[in-house]
């Protein structure tokens, strides 16, 4: 089993629609879980963290954490085109920050 | 000027020869992270530092060294490149606070 979990997509969502992003994680005391952005050939950039269960939200962001079914997710309100890129879901354990294999998402015009 | 720094930004070697892989940081961070991302693959951890002194082992450790030179410096070598060691290589760095980790602009290494 993968430390970390991501469907890999594509998924393609109509611009101004929510997109939903899914990720799980096997390893029961993961401290911090955070969202990174990464375009074609860029570096991933943080976009959110979460570090309690429940809701966050940060503009057209709202990241979602429950511990208990080790499961944390990450909607996008009002879906653009510049949204379209690969979405990584990160868990930071006792020690190292492990990603998840991506999810491409696409955003439709 | 940029937080965290790779050099070179672009690299093609042949099998056999050593390469380095350098990067510096500005953000005053103790963690420091070597990963490379592969096609469907994501990023995969090769070796991770907490401080000078301190140097770890990731899951892809095989075929690669590092050496933290000093708290703003960790470098990656593979000591005998091979053609599947082909891979973007990214650096990292991250805040014991938070955890939240801030990566360099990668550098693209390509073994002939």
């Known amino acids: 089993q993968k430390e970390v979990e991501q469907n890999s997509g594509p998924l393609s969502v109509p611009e101004g629609a929510i997109a939903s992003l899914n990720c799980t994680y096997s390893d029961r005391v993961s401290q911090s879980f955070f969202w990174y952005r990464q375009y074609s050939g860029k570096s991933p950039e943080l976009i959110m963290s979460i570090y309690s269960n429940g809701d966050k939200e940060d503009g057209r962001f709202t990241a979602q954490l429950n511990k208990a079914s080790q499961y944390v997710s990450l909607l996008i309100r009002d879906s653009q085109p510049s949204d379209s890129a690969t979405y990584l879901c990160?868990?930071?354990?006792?020690?190292?920050?492990?990603f998840g294999t991506g999810t491409r998402l696409t955003i439709i015009p | 000027d940029a937080d965290v720094t790779q050099t070179p930004r672009n690299r093609i070697t042949k099998t056999g020869k050593r390469i380095m892989l350098e990067c510096s940081q500005t953000?005053?961070?103790?963690?420091m992270y070597w990963y490379r991302q592969d096609p469907g693959l994501g990023l995969r951890l090769i070796y991770y530092?907490?401080?000078?002194?301190?140097?770890n082992k990731g899951e892809i450790s095989d075929g690669y060294s590092v050496s933290r030179q000093a708290q703003a410096k960790f470098s990656l070598s593979l000591e005998s490149a091979i053609p599947n060691q082909t891979a973007l290589y990214f650096c990292?760095?991250?805040?014991?606070?938070?955890?939240?980790?801030?990566f360099g602009p990668g550098t693209r290494l390509t073994v002939l």
């Open positions: 530092s907490f401080d000078v002194k301190d140097i």
């Open positions: 990160a868990v930071q354990g006792n020690e190292k920050l492990t």
């Open positions: 953000k005053g961070h103790d963690r």
């Open positions: 990292a760095t991250s805040d014991l606070s938070q955890g939240r980790a801030f």
